[in-house]
Protein backbone atom coordinates (compact mmCIF):
# COMPACT_ATOMS: atom_id res chain seq x y z
CA UNK A 1 0.00 0.00 0.00
CA UNK A 2 3.11 2.74 0.63
CA UNK A 3 4.40 1.63 -2.58
CA UNK A 4 1.16 2.36 -4.39
CA UNK A 5 1.27 5.58 -2.42
CA UNK A 6 4.71 6.33 -3.35
CA UNK A 7 4.23 5.83 -6.97
CA UNK A 8 1.22 8.10 -7.14
CA UNK A 9 2.94 10.93 -5.16
CA UNK A 10 5.78 10.61 -7.95
CA UNK A 11 3.17 10.45 -10.40
CA UNK A 12 1.90 13.84 -9.31
CA UNK A 13 5.04 15.41 -8.88
CA UNK A 14 5.94 14.32 -12.48
CA UNK A 15 3.25 15.26 -14.41
CA UNK A 16 1.00 17.98 -12.16
CA UNK A 17 2.13 21.00 -14.35
CA UNK A 18 2.03 19.53 -17.36
CA UNK A 19 -2.28 18.68 -17.02
CA UNK A 20 -3.91 21.84 -17.45
CA UNK A 21 -1.15 23.57 -19.03
CA UNK A 22 -3.51 26.06 -20.94
CA UNK A 23 -6.38 26.79 -17.88
CA UNK A 24 -6.99 29.69 -16.44
CA UNK A 25 -4.56 30.84 -13.74
CA UNK A 26 -5.98 30.79 -10.20
CA UNK A 27 -5.28 34.37 -9.78
CA UNK A 28 -7.18 35.07 -13.00
CA UNK A 29 -10.95 33.44 -11.37
CA UNK A 30 -13.35 35.19 -10.99
CA UNK A 31 -16.78 34.77 -9.36
CA UNK A 32 -19.69 36.04 -11.32
CA UNK A 33 -17.73 38.68 -13.54
CA UNK A 34 -20.20 41.06 -14.68
CA UNK A 35 -19.91 42.11 -18.49
CA UNK A 36 -18.86 45.08 -18.98
CA UNK A 37 -22.25 47.11 -19.50
CA UNK A 38 -23.45 45.91 -16.21
CA UNK A 39 -19.86 47.08 -14.50
CA UNK A 40 -20.37 50.20 -15.81
CA UNK A 41 -23.37 50.33 -13.92
CA UNK A 42 -22.69 48.65 -10.44
CA UNK A 43 -20.01 50.94 -10.85
CA UNK A 44 -21.94 53.79 -11.43
CA UNK A 45 -24.83 53.18 -8.67
CA UNK A 46 -21.85 52.36 -5.62
CA UNK A 47 -21.47 56.12 -6.10
CA UNK A 48 -25.27 56.90 -6.04
CA UNK A 49 -26.12 57.52 -9.94
CA UNK A 50 -28.88 55.23 -10.78
CA UNK A 51 -28.75 56.70 -14.45
CA UNK A 52 -26.32 54.08 -16.55
CA UNK A 53 -28.51 51.44 -14.47
CA UNK A 54 -31.99 53.28 -15.85
CA UNK A 55 -30.44 53.31 -19.50
CA UNK A 56 -29.56 49.64 -19.33
CA UNK A 57 -32.78 47.94 -18.28
CA UNK A 58 -34.32 50.12 -20.75
CA UNK A 59 -32.19 48.77 -23.43
CA UNK A 60 -32.89 45.02 -22.28
CA UNK A 61 -36.83 45.89 -22.86
CA UNK A 62 -37.14 47.85 -25.39
CA UNK A 63 -35.31 45.24 -27.18
CA UNK A 64 -36.92 41.99 -25.58
CA UNK A 65 -33.84 40.85 -23.98
CA UNK A 66 -35.49 39.14 -21.46
CA UNK A 67 -32.99 36.17 -20.36
CA UNK A 68 -30.36 39.41 -20.11
CA UNK A 69 -32.76 41.12 -18.44
CA UNK A 70 -33.03 39.02 -16.29
CA UNK A 71 -29.47 38.47 -14.72
CA UNK A 72 -28.97 42.47 -15.06
CA UNK A 73 -31.89 42.43 -12.70
CA UNK A 74 -30.85 40.16 -10.24
CA UNK A 75 -27.51 41.40 -9.62
CA UNK A 76 -28.44 45.19 -9.73
CA UNK A 77 -31.25 44.09 -6.55
CA UNK A 78 -28.19 42.64 -4.70
CA UNK A 79 -26.45 45.43 -5.18
CA UNK A 80 -28.85 47.47 -3.74
CA UNK A 81 -29.14 45.52 -0.46
CA UNK A 82 -25.81 47.40 0.60
CA UNK A 83 -25.82 50.32 -1.76
CA UNK A 84 -29.67 51.11 -1.56
CA UNK A 85 -29.72 54.99 -2.03
CA UNK A 86 -29.32 55.14 -6.14
CA UNK A 87 -32.63 52.63 -6.14
CA UNK A 88 -34.36 55.00 -3.53
CA UNK A 89 -33.33 58.35 -5.87
CA UNK A 90 -34.39 56.27 -8.74
CA UNK A 91 -37.76 55.22 -7.73
CA UNK A 92 -38.64 58.95 -6.52
CA UNK A 93 -37.39 60.36 -9.91
CA UNK A 94 -39.59 58.07 -11.64
CA UNK A 95 -42.38 55.94 -9.41
CA UNK A 96 -44.01 54.72 -12.22
CA UNK A 97 -41.53 53.38 -14.10
CA UNK A 98 -41.26 49.44 -15.08
CA UNK A 99 -37.79 48.95 -14.23
CA UNK A 100 -37.09 50.55 -11.57
CA UNK A 101 -39.89 49.24 -9.85
CA UNK A 102 -38.76 45.53 -11.22
CA UNK A 103 -35.65 45.76 -9.16
CA UNK A 104 -37.14 46.85 -6.13
CA UNK A 105 -39.24 43.42 -6.52
CA UNK A 106 -36.06 41.42 -6.60
CA UNK A 107 -34.50 43.33 -4.14
CA UNK A 108 -37.84 42.48 -1.66
CA UNK A 109 -36.91 39.02 -2.31
CA UNK A 110 -32.73 39.46 -2.29
CA UNK A 111 -33.62 40.99 1.30
CA UNK A 112 -36.17 38.53 2.57
CA UNK A 113 -33.45 35.37 1.73
CA UNK A 114 -30.58 37.19 3.59
CA UNK A 115 -32.63 37.60 6.64
CA UNK A 116 -33.45 33.99 6.41
CA UNK A 117 -30.43 32.81 4.94
CA UNK A 118 -29.98 29.43 2.60
CA UNK A 119 -29.96 26.55 5.70
CA UNK A 120 -32.40 24.28 6.00
CA UNK A 121 -35.88 25.20 7.75
CA UNK A 122 -35.20 23.19 10.76
CA UNK A 123 -32.28 25.78 11.38
CA UNK A 124 -33.58 28.89 10.90
CA UNK A 125 -34.96 30.57 14.24
CA UNK A 126 -38.90 31.76 14.40
CA UNK A 127 -37.75 35.17 14.71
CA UNK A 128 -36.21 34.48 10.86
CA UNK A 129 -38.96 33.30 9.53
CA UNK A 130 -40.94 36.11 10.92
CA UNK A 131 -39.17 38.87 9.22
CA UNK A 132 -38.56 36.72 6.03
CA UNK A 133 -42.67 36.60 5.54
CA UNK A 134 -43.08 40.24 6.24
CA UNK A 135 -40.42 41.23 3.58
CA UNK A 136 -41.84 38.96 1.10
CA UNK A 137 -45.39 40.05 2.10
CA UNK A 138 -44.21 44.11 1.69
CA UNK A 139 -42.94 42.49 -1.84
CA UNK A 140 -46.42 41.55 -3.54
CA UNK A 141 -47.70 45.18 -4.66
CA UNK A 142 -44.38 45.77 -6.04
CA UNK A 143 -44.52 42.50 -8.12
CA UNK A 144 -47.88 43.16 -9.33
CA UNK A 145 -47.10 46.84 -10.32
CA UNK A 146 -44.13 45.30 -12.22
CA UNK A 147 -46.24 42.93 -14.17
CA UNK A 148 -48.61 45.48 -14.95
CA UNK A 149 -46.47 48.21 -16.51
CA UNK A 150 -44.91 46.00 -19.04
CA UNK A 151 -46.97 42.93 -19.60
CA UNK A 152 -44.85 41.29 -22.38
CA UNK A 153 -41.83 41.13 -19.61
CA UNK A 154 -41.79 37.16 -18.24
CA UNK A 155 -39.09 38.45 -15.19
CA UNK A 156 -41.65 39.85 -13.01
CA UNK A 157 -42.96 36.32 -13.11
CA UNK A 158 -39.94 34.68 -12.28
CA UNK A 159 -39.74 36.54 -9.31
CA UNK A 160 -43.37 35.76 -8.58
CA UNK A 161 -42.39 31.98 -8.62
CA UNK A 162 -39.37 32.48 -5.97
CA UNK A 163 -42.04 34.52 -3.90
CA UNK A 164 -44.49 31.51 -4.26
CA UNK A 165 -41.96 29.17 -3.62
CA UNK A 166 -40.58 31.44 -0.08
CA UNK A 167 -43.95 32.32 1.02
CA UNK A 168 -45.15 28.08 0.50
CA UNK A 169 -47.85 29.25 -2.34
CA UNK A 170 -50.26 25.97 -2.84
CA UNK A 171 -49.77 24.50 -5.82
CA UNK A 172 -52.27 26.09 -7.98
CA UNK A 173 -50.98 29.38 -7.28
CA UNK A 174 -47.37 28.03 -8.33
CA UNK A 175 -49.02 26.69 -11.64
CA UNK A 176 -51.27 29.56 -12.36
CA UNK A 177 -47.57 32.03 -11.83
CA UNK A 178 -45.76 29.55 -14.52
CA UNK A 179 -48.78 29.69 -17.16
CA UNK A 180 -48.43 33.18 -16.96
CA UNK A 181 -44.33 33.25 -17.46
CA UNK A 182 -44.75 30.94 -20.19
CA UNK A 183 -47.64 32.77 -21.99
CA UNK A 184 -44.84 35.31 -22.03
CA UNK A 185 -41.56 33.30 -23.16
CA UNK A 186 -42.23 29.74 -22.90
CA UNK A 187 -38.44 29.16 -23.21
CA UNK A 188 -37.09 31.69 -20.18
CA UNK A 189 -34.03 30.23 -18.16
CA UNK A 190 -35.04 32.00 -15.04
CA UNK A 191 -38.63 30.82 -14.69
CA UNK A 192 -37.71 27.70 -15.36
CA UNK A 193 -35.26 27.21 -12.88
CA UNK A 194 -37.43 28.54 -10.08
CA UNK A 195 -40.44 26.23 -10.75
CA UNK A 196 -37.71 23.23 -10.63
CA UNK A 197 -36.66 24.42 -7.01
CA UNK A 198 -40.85 24.62 -6.22
CA UNK A 199 -40.89 21.03 -7.58
CA UNK A 200 -37.74 19.40 -6.08
CA UNK A 201 -38.35 16.77 -3.24
CA UNK A 202 -36.40 19.82 -0.97
CA UNK A 203 -39.13 22.00 -1.57
CA UNK A 204 -42.73 21.25 -2.42
CA UNK A 205 -42.18 17.95 -4.59
CA UNK A 206 -40.15 14.42 -5.33
CA UNK A 207 -37.04 13.39 -6.58
CA UNK A 208 -39.37 11.51 -9.94
CA UNK A 209 -41.41 15.16 -10.39
CA UNK A 210 -38.42 17.21 -10.68
CA UNK A 211 -36.47 14.56 -13.00
CA UNK A 212 -40.08 14.76 -15.40
CA UNK A 213 -40.06 18.47 -15.41
CA UNK A 214 -36.92 19.12 -16.55
CA UNK A 215 -36.89 16.53 -18.65
CA UNK A 216 -40.44 17.74 -20.34
CA UNK A 217 -38.93 21.18 -20.75
CA UNK A 218 -35.98 20.30 -22.07
CA UNK A 219 -37.38 17.92 -24.97
CA UNK A 220 -39.60 21.24 -26.04
CA UNK A 221 -36.11 23.43 -25.73
CA UNK A 222 -35.65 25.01 -29.18
CA UNK A 223 -31.19 23.78 -29.81
CA UNK A 224 -28.77 25.18 -28.18
CA UNK A 225 -31.44 27.05 -25.26
CA UNK A 226 -29.57 26.45 -22.35
CA UNK A 227 -33.04 24.85 -21.21
CA UNK A 228 -31.01 21.44 -22.33
CA UNK A 229 -28.71 21.62 -19.09
CA UNK A 230 -32.05 21.94 -16.92
CA UNK A 231 -31.89 18.08 -16.24
CA UNK A 232 -28.31 18.32 -15.22
CA UNK A 233 -29.64 20.92 -12.56
CA UNK A 234 -32.03 18.05 -11.25
CA UNK A 235 -29.29 15.53 -11.38
CA UNK A 236 -26.68 17.87 -9.50
CA UNK A 237 -29.94 18.75 -6.85
CA UNK A 238 -30.83 14.98 -6.20
CA UNK A 239 -26.69 14.22 -5.61
CA UNK A 240 -26.58 16.96 -3.39
CA UNK A 241 -29.31 15.81 -1.39
CA UNK A 242 -28.43 15.03 2.09
CA UNK A 243 -31.12 13.02 2.63
CA UNK A 244 -31.89 10.40 -0.08
CA UNK A 245 -28.55 8.39 -0.24
CA UNK A 246 -29.85 5.85 -2.15
CA UNK A 247 -29.20 2.11 -0.74
CA UNK A 248 -28.29 -0.59 -3.32
CA UNK A 249 -29.05 0.50 -6.98
CA UNK A 250 -29.54 4.07 -7.90
CA UNK A 251 -33.05 4.66 -9.12
CA UNK A 252 -32.25 8.08 -10.95
CA UNK A 253 -28.71 6.64 -12.20
CA UNK A 254 -29.70 6.41 -15.58
CA UNK A 255 -31.12 9.71 -15.66
CA UNK A 256 -28.23 11.68 -14.27
CA UNK A 257 -26.25 9.94 -16.92
CA UNK A 258 -28.70 11.06 -19.45
CA UNK A 259 -27.97 14.51 -17.91
CA UNK A 260 -24.50 14.26 -18.15
CA UNK A 261 -24.67 13.34 -21.47
CA UNK A 262 -26.63 15.97 -22.38
CA UNK A 263 -25.20 18.90 -20.93
CA UNK A 264 -21.80 17.63 -22.22
CA UNK A 265 -23.47 17.93 -26.37
CA UNK A 266 -24.74 21.14 -25.40
CA UNK A 267 -21.30 22.68 -24.08
CA UNK A 268 -19.69 21.62 -27.46
CA UNK A 269 -22.25 23.83 -29.38
CA UNK A 270 -20.79 27.41 -28.07
CA UNK A 271 -17.53 28.58 -29.74
CA UNK A 272 -14.36 28.87 -27.65
CA UNK A 273 -13.36 28.78 -24.33
CA UNK A 274 -14.98 31.21 -21.57
CA UNK A 275 -18.33 31.60 -22.90
CA UNK A 276 -20.00 33.73 -20.13
CA UNK A 277 -23.74 32.67 -21.14
CA UNK A 278 -22.70 29.17 -21.08
CA UNK A 279 -20.59 29.39 -17.51
CA UNK A 280 -23.71 28.65 -15.33
CA UNK A 281 -24.33 25.07 -16.55
CA UNK A 282 -20.93 24.55 -17.30
CA UNK A 283 -20.15 25.07 -13.91
CA UNK A 284 -22.97 22.71 -12.88
CA UNK A 285 -21.51 20.06 -15.40
CA UNK A 286 -17.86 20.61 -13.73
CA UNK A 287 -19.46 19.24 -10.66
CA UNK A 288 -21.68 16.67 -11.81
CA UNK A 289 -18.39 15.27 -13.92
CA UNK A 290 -16.04 15.11 -10.50
CA UNK A 291 -18.88 13.92 -8.37
CA UNK A 292 -19.02 10.82 -10.90
CA UNK A 293 -15.30 10.27 -10.75
CA UNK A 294 -14.57 11.26 -14.84
CA UNK A 295 -11.52 13.51 -14.41
CA UNK A 296 -10.67 13.91 -17.70
CA UNK A 297 -13.95 15.15 -18.90
CA UNK A 298 -14.17 17.36 -15.78
CA UNK A 299 -10.77 18.85 -17.20
CA UNK A 300 -12.08 19.70 -20.74
CA UNK A 301 -15.09 21.31 -18.72
CA UNK A 302 -13.00 23.98 -16.19
CA UNK A 303 -10.91 24.44 -19.72
CA UNK A 304 -14.02 25.74 -21.35
CA UNK A 305 -15.30 27.40 -18.36
CA UNK A 306 -12.68 29.85 -18.34
CA UNK A 307 -12.51 32.20 -15.73
CA UNK A 308 -15.64 32.71 -15.38
CA UNK A 309 -16.74 30.21 -11.81
CA UNK A 310 -20.13 31.09 -10.87
CA UNK A 311 -21.58 31.27 -6.95
CA UNK A 312 -23.74 28.33 -7.91
CA UNK A 313 -23.40 25.04 -7.37
CA UNK A 314 -19.71 25.67 -5.55
CA UNK A 315 -21.91 28.10 -2.33
CA UNK A 316 -23.71 24.41 -2.01
CA UNK A 317 -20.56 23.28 -0.61
CA UNK A 318 -18.65 26.12 0.73
CA UNK A 319 -16.97 29.44 -0.35
CA UNK A 320 -17.78 29.06 -4.00
CA UNK A 321 -14.39 30.33 -5.41
CA UNK A 322 -12.45 28.07 -2.80
CA UNK A 323 -14.28 24.92 -3.78
CA UNK A 324 -14.11 25.82 -7.80
CA UNK A 325 -10.22 26.48 -7.45
CA UNK A 326 -10.04 22.91 -5.25
CA UNK A 327 -12.01 21.28 -7.58
CA UNK A 328 -9.96 22.31 -10.34
CA UNK A 329 -7.27 21.48 -8.96
CA UNK A 330 -8.33 17.91 -7.17
CA UNK A 331 -8.99 16.83 -10.98
CA UNK A 332 -5.31 18.00 -11.99
CA UNK A 333 -4.06 15.72 -9.36
CA UNK A 334 -6.57 12.64 -10.38
CA UNK A 335 -4.98 12.71 -13.92
CA UNK A 336 -1.63 13.18 -13.18
CA UNK A 337 -1.77 10.36 -10.73
CA UNK A 338 -2.78 8.18 -13.57
CA UNK A 339 -0.07 9.04 -15.93
CA UNK A 340 3.10 6.13 -15.72
CA UNK A 341 5.84 7.57 -14.46
CA UNK A 342 7.81 7.56 -17.44
CA UNK A 343 4.93 7.98 -19.77
CA UNK A 344 4.22 10.83 -21.66
CA UNK A 345 1.40 13.41 -20.58
CA UNK A 346 -0.80 14.94 -22.92
CA UNK A 347 -0.05 17.49 -25.39
CA UNK A 348 -0.87 20.61 -24.62
CA UNK A 349 -2.84 22.41 -27.22
CA UNK A 350 -1.19 24.57 -30.12
CA UNK A 351 -3.15 27.82 -29.43
CA UNK A 352 -3.80 28.61 -25.37
CA UNK A 353 -5.87 31.81 -24.33
CA UNK A 354 -3.53 34.43 -23.10
CA UNK A 355 -5.53 35.00 -19.82
CA UNK A 356 -3.01 37.89 -18.83
CA UNK A 357 -5.66 40.52 -19.15
CA UNK A 358 -8.15 38.72 -17.24
CA UNK A 359 -5.50 38.03 -14.06
CA UNK A 360 -5.58 40.48 -10.92
CA UNK A 361 -2.62 42.94 -11.10
CA UNK A 362 -0.14 42.79 -7.81
CA UNK A 363 2.84 44.69 -6.90
CA UNK A 364 4.08 44.60 -3.37
CA UNK A 365 5.54 47.48 -1.46
CA UNK A 366 8.64 46.85 0.45
CA UNK A 367 10.34 48.73 3.24
CA UNK A 368 14.15 47.84 2.30
CA UNK A 369 16.58 48.60 -0.38
CA UNK A 370 15.76 46.24 -3.66
CA UNK A 371 19.19 44.84 -3.20
CA UNK A 372 18.31 43.39 -0.20
CA UNK A 373 14.43 42.07 -1.34
CA UNK A 374 16.99 40.26 -4.17
CA UNK A 375 19.30 38.72 -1.97
CA UNK A 376 16.02 37.52 1.12
CA UNK A 377 14.42 36.14 -2.47
CA UNK A 378 16.51 33.99 -4.15
CA UNK A 379 14.91 30.69 -2.80
CA UNK A 380 11.29 31.72 -3.70
CA UNK A 381 10.89 29.95 -6.88
CA UNK A 382 9.51 32.52 -9.06
CA UNK A 383 11.25 35.27 -11.37
CA UNK A 384 10.96 38.88 -9.96
CA UNK A 385 11.35 42.40 -11.15
CA UNK A 386 12.14 44.96 -8.07
CA UNK A 387 12.36 48.79 -8.62
CA UNK A 388 13.24 51.72 -6.33
CA UNK A 389 10.50 53.23 -4.68
CA UNK A 390 12.27 55.81 -2.30
CA UNK A 391 14.82 55.36 -0.18
CA UNK A 392 14.78 52.72 1.44
CA UNK A 393 11.79 51.43 -0.23
CA UNK A 394 11.21 49.21 -2.85
CA UNK A 395 8.37 47.78 -5.78
CA UNK A 396 8.13 44.29 -6.39
CA UNK A 397 6.48 42.09 -8.96
CA UNK A 398 6.63 38.58 -10.33
CA UNK A 399 7.59 38.59 -14.13
CA UNK A 400 5.33 35.91 -15.88
CA UNK A 401 7.55 32.91 -17.23
CA UNK A 402 6.61 30.29 -20.09
CA UNK A 403 6.82 27.34 -17.92
CA UNK A 404 6.60 27.83 -14.42
CA UNK A 405 9.20 26.10 -11.81
CA UNK A 406 7.75 23.22 -9.97
CA UNK A 407 7.82 24.62 -6.56
CA UNK A 408 5.73 27.31 -8.04
CA UNK A 409 3.35 24.61 -9.56
CA UNK A 410 2.57 23.09 -6.28
CA UNK A 411 2.10 26.54 -4.22
CA UNK A 412 -1.50 27.24 -3.74
CA UNK A 413 -1.41 30.85 -2.98
CA UNK A 414 -1.09 34.09 -5.98
CA UNK A 415 2.35 33.73 -7.00
CA UNK A 416 3.12 36.99 -5.30
CA UNK A 417 1.77 36.36 -2.19
CA UNK A 418 3.92 32.85 -1.96
CA UNK A 419 7.06 34.72 -3.08
CA UNK A 420 6.52 37.38 -0.07
CA UNK A 421 6.25 34.62 2.26
CA UNK A 422 9.50 33.48 1.32
CA UNK A 423 11.72 36.71 1.06
CA UNK A 424 10.43 38.10 4.80
CA UNK A 425 10.93 35.15 6.35
CA UNK A 426 13.98 36.09 8.14
CA UNK A 427 13.83 39.97 7.42
CA UNK A 428 12.93 42.72 10.39
CA UNK A 429 10.83 44.54 7.19
CA UNK A 430 7.02 43.39 5.89
CA UNK A 431 5.72 43.42 2.83
CA UNK A 432 2.18 44.95 1.56
CA UNK A 433 0.94 43.24 -1.63
CA UNK A 434 -1.77 44.88 -3.27
CA UNK A 435 -3.89 43.61 -6.03
CA UNK A 436 -5.89 45.30 -7.88
CA UNK A 437 -9.22 44.11 -10.67
CA UNK A 438 -11.89 46.32 -12.10
CA UNK A 439 -14.71 45.36 -9.31
CA UNK A 440 -12.03 44.59 -6.33
CA UNK A 441 -9.00 45.85 -4.67
CA UNK A 442 -7.20 43.82 -1.66
CA UNK A 443 -4.06 44.72 0.29
CA UNK A 444 -2.09 41.67 2.21
CA UNK A 445 0.13 42.66 4.75
CA UNK A 446 2.99 39.98 5.41
CA UNK A 447 5.37 40.03 7.74
CA UNK A 448 8.39 36.57 8.88
CA UNK A 449 6.78 34.75 6.27
CA UNK A 450 3.26 34.86 7.48
CA UNK A 451 -0.10 36.69 6.85
CA UNK A 452 -1.00 39.10 9.08
CA UNK A 453 -3.71 40.65 8.05
CA UNK A 454 -6.10 41.57 4.77
CA UNK A 455 -8.44 43.39 3.60
CA UNK A 456 -10.67 43.58 0.15
CA UNK A 457 -12.81 46.52 -1.27
CA UNK A 458 -15.33 45.59 -3.30
CA UNK A 459 -17.70 47.60 -5.57
CA UNK A 460 -20.79 45.57 -4.41
CA UNK A 461 -20.32 45.12 -0.89
CA UNK A 462 -21.25 46.36 2.04
CA UNK A 463 -19.27 48.37 4.76
CA UNK A 464 -17.27 45.60 6.70
CA UNK A 465 -18.18 44.70 10.49
CA UNK A 466 -16.72 47.84 12.64
CA UNK A 467 -15.05 45.53 14.87
CA UNK A 468 -13.28 43.19 12.01
CA UNK A 469 -11.98 46.93 10.35
CA UNK A 470 -10.82 47.73 14.05
CA UNK A 471 -8.57 44.56 14.38
CA UNK A 472 -7.05 44.99 10.74
CA UNK A 473 -6.60 48.80 11.64
CA UNK A 474 -4.38 47.91 14.73
CA UNK A 475 -2.50 45.21 13.35
CA UNK A 476 -1.65 47.25 10.34
CA UNK A 477 -0.49 50.82 12.46
CA UNK A 478 1.07 48.01 14.70
CA UNK A 479 3.29 46.49 11.45
CA UNK A 480 3.87 50.29 10.01
CA UNK A 481 4.30 52.11 13.42
CA UNK A 482 1.18 54.60 12.82
CA UNK A 483 0.75 56.18 16.16
CA UNK A 484 -3.46 56.67 15.24
CA UNK A 485 -4.80 53.27 13.71
CA UNK A 486 -8.35 55.22 13.71
CA UNK A 487 -7.83 56.63 9.86
CA UNK A 488 -7.00 53.90 8.83
CA UNK A 489 -9.85 51.93 10.37
CA UNK A 490 -12.37 54.99 8.58
CA UNK A 491 -10.41 54.14 4.98
CA UNK A 492 -10.60 49.98 5.60
CA UNK A 493 -14.73 50.63 6.22
CA UNK A 494 -14.96 53.12 3.15
CA UNK A 495 -16.80 51.78 0.30
CA UNK A 496 -18.24 52.36 -3.48
CA UNK A 497 -14.59 53.29 -5.06
CA UNK A 498 -12.19 50.01 -4.40
CA UNK A 499 -8.75 51.77 -6.31
CA UNK A 500 -8.99 55.05 -4.23
CA UNK A 501 -9.63 53.84 -0.97
CA UNK A 502 -6.65 51.32 -1.69
CA UNK A 503 -4.37 54.36 -2.72
CA UNK A 504 -5.56 56.08 0.31
CA UNK A 505 -4.33 52.89 2.97
CA UNK A 506 -0.65 53.18 0.98
CA UNK A 507 -0.76 56.76 1.47
CA UNK A 508 -1.76 56.89 5.20
CA UNK A 509 1.00 54.01 6.28
CA UNK A 510 3.47 56.56 5.29
CA UNK A 511 4.45 54.00 2.12
CA UNK A 512 5.48 55.23 -1.49
CA UNK A 513 2.53 56.38 -3.56
CA UNK A 514 1.18 52.81 -5.80
CA UNK A 515 2.72 52.68 -8.65
CA UNK A 516 1.87 54.62 -12.21
CA UNK A 517 -0.39 52.55 -13.95
CA UNK A 518 -1.23 49.69 -11.49
CA UNK A 519 -4.18 48.15 -13.22
CA UNK A 520 -3.24 47.95 -16.45
CA UNK A 521 -0.39 46.09 -17.71
CA UNK A 522 0.89 42.98 -16.36
CA UNK A 523 4.07 44.19 -15.82
CA UNK A 524 4.53 48.15 -14.74
CA UNK A 525 7.88 48.28 -13.08
CA UNK A 526 10.36 48.06 -15.85
CA UNK A 527 10.30 51.86 -16.94
CA UNK A 528 10.79 52.73 -13.42
CA UNK A 529 15.32 53.45 -13.51
CA UNK A 530 16.65 51.06 -11.93
CA UNK A 531 14.25 48.39 -12.13
CA UNK A 532 15.90 44.81 -12.24
CA UNK A 533 14.69 41.22 -12.94
CA UNK A 534 16.19 38.27 -10.61
CA UNK A 535 15.59 35.25 -12.51
CA UNK A 536 14.16 32.31 -10.85
CA UNK A 537 16.44 29.46 -9.24
CA UNK A 538 16.90 26.16 -8.09
CA UNK A 539 15.98 25.62 -4.48
CA UNK A 540 20.00 24.69 -4.00
CA UNK A 541 21.18 27.39 -5.83
CA UNK A 542 19.14 29.66 -4.37
CA UNK A 543 21.05 28.66 -0.91
CA UNK A 544 24.51 28.70 -2.68
CA UNK A 545 23.91 32.28 -3.60
CA UNK A 546 22.55 33.17 -0.79
CA UNK A 547 25.83 32.37 1.30
CA UNK A 548 27.89 33.76 -1.67
CA UNK A 549 26.41 36.88 -2.57
CA UNK A 550 27.38 40.35 -0.45
CA UNK A 551 25.48 42.08 0.94
CA UNK A 552 23.97 45.22 -0.23
CA UNK A 553 24.39 44.00 -3.89
CA UNK A 554 22.27 41.93 -6.57
CA UNK A 555 22.99 38.48 -7.02
CA UNK A 556 23.86 37.41 -10.26
CA UNK A 557 21.54 35.94 -12.83
CA UNK A 558 21.76 31.96 -12.70
CA UNK A 559 23.49 30.13 -15.63
CA UNK A 560 27.02 31.67 -15.28
CA UNK A 561 28.82 28.66 -13.13
CA UNK A 562 31.81 27.28 -13.94
CA UNK A 563 30.93 23.65 -16.14
CA UNK A 564 31.25 20.44 -14.22
CA UNK A 565 34.04 17.97 -14.16
CA UNK A 566 33.99 14.62 -15.30
CA UNK A 567 34.54 13.81 -11.37
CA UNK A 568 31.35 15.48 -10.43
CA UNK A 569 29.39 13.96 -13.14
CA UNK A 570 30.88 10.28 -12.40
CA UNK A 571 30.38 10.60 -8.33
CA UNK A 572 26.86 11.72 -8.39
CA UNK A 573 25.64 9.20 -11.29
CA UNK A 574 26.86 6.16 -8.99
CA UNK A 575 25.16 7.58 -6.11
CA UNK A 576 22.39 7.75 -7.74
CA UNK A 577 22.54 4.11 -8.31
CA UNK A 578 23.40 3.33 -5.35
CA UNK A 579 20.79 5.13 -3.73
CA UNK A 580 18.05 4.45 -6.25
CA UNK A 581 18.15 0.52 -5.73
CA UNK A 582 18.31 1.23 -1.98
CA UNK A 583 15.14 2.98 -2.30
CA UNK A 584 13.57 0.99 -4.37
CA UNK A 585 14.76 -2.16 -2.05
CA UNK A 586 13.49 -0.15 1.26
CA UNK A 587 10.11 0.04 -0.18
CA UNK A 588 9.57 -3.33 -1.16
CA UNK A 589 11.00 -4.50 2.15
CA UNK A 590 8.16 -5.01 4.93
CA UNK A 591 11.23 -4.59 7.25
CA UNK A 592 12.14 -1.19 6.77
CA UNK A 593 10.09 1.80 7.89
CA UNK A 594 8.49 4.52 5.56
CA UNK A 595 10.60 6.79 7.23
CA UNK A 596 13.80 5.38 5.82
CA UNK A 597 12.28 4.92 2.90
CA UNK A 598 11.47 8.12 2.48
CA UNK A 599 14.86 9.45 3.24
CA UNK A 600 16.52 7.41 1.06
CA UNK A 601 13.76 8.21 -1.94
CA UNK A 602 14.41 11.83 -1.21
CA UNK A 603 18.14 11.56 -1.60
CA UNK A 604 17.69 10.00 -4.96
CA UNK A 605 15.25 12.43 -6.16
CA UNK A 606 17.83 15.37 -5.24
CA UNK A 607 20.69 13.17 -6.86
CA UNK A 608 18.42 13.06 -10.29
CA UNK A 609 16.93 16.80 -9.57
CA UNK A 610 20.78 17.74 -9.60
CA UNK A 611 21.76 15.66 -12.50
CA UNK A 612 19.13 16.78 -14.61
CA UNK A 613 19.55 20.74 -14.13
CA UNK A 614 22.68 20.76 -15.03
CA UNK A 615 22.22 18.75 -17.93
CA UNK A 616 19.94 21.28 -19.17
CA UNK A 617 21.97 24.05 -18.24
CA UNK A 618 24.55 22.53 -20.26
CA UNK A 619 22.30 22.59 -23.22
CA UNK A 620 21.06 25.74 -22.53
CA UNK A 621 24.81 27.13 -22.94
CA UNK A 622 26.13 25.27 -25.23
CA UNK A 623 26.92 27.29 -28.65
Known amino acids: MRLVFLVSFLRILRHRDAIGVDLAPDEAVLLDPPDAPLRAALTAATG???????????????????????????????????????????????????????????????????VRTSARAKDVERDQFQAFFALLEDAVPVIAAAAELNPADPVPWRIALTHARGMQAPREVFDAYL??????????LGCHVQALQYVCAKWYGSHEEM???????AESAPPGSRLHALPLQAALEYRLSEADEPEGPDPYGPKVEAAITRALALSDTYDGEG???AAGFRNDLALMLVMADRPAEALDVFRAIGVHATESPWNRLGDPRTEFLEARSDVRLDLASRIPLFGRPPEPPATAPDWAALAPRAVAIVPAPPADVAQAALICGFSLRTAPAGEGYSYVEVVPEATRGRRAALLPQEPLTAAAETFTTGESWPALILHRTPERCTVTALHQGRQITAHTWDTESAAPDHADVQDTAADLAHLYRVADPRPLAHILRATGDPVRHQADLVTALGLPPV??????????LGEIPGARVQARRSILAGMRDTMTTGTGSHPRAPGHDTPRTGRWWLTRSAALVAVGAAAVLAWWSPRIGWFRSSLLSGAALYLAGALTAELRRRRRTTP
Not at 84 to 108: I, Q, R
Not at 179 to 188: K, L, M, V, Y
Not at 515 to 524: A, K, N, R, S, V
Open 211 to 217: FRYAERV
Open 275 to 277: DRE
Open 515 to 524: PQGFGGDTEI
Open 48 to 114: GDHAPARELLASTRLHAQWERRDAYVSRLARTALHHDGWLDAWLTESPDDPDALLVVADFHLHQAWE
Open 179 to 188: AEAEARDPHH
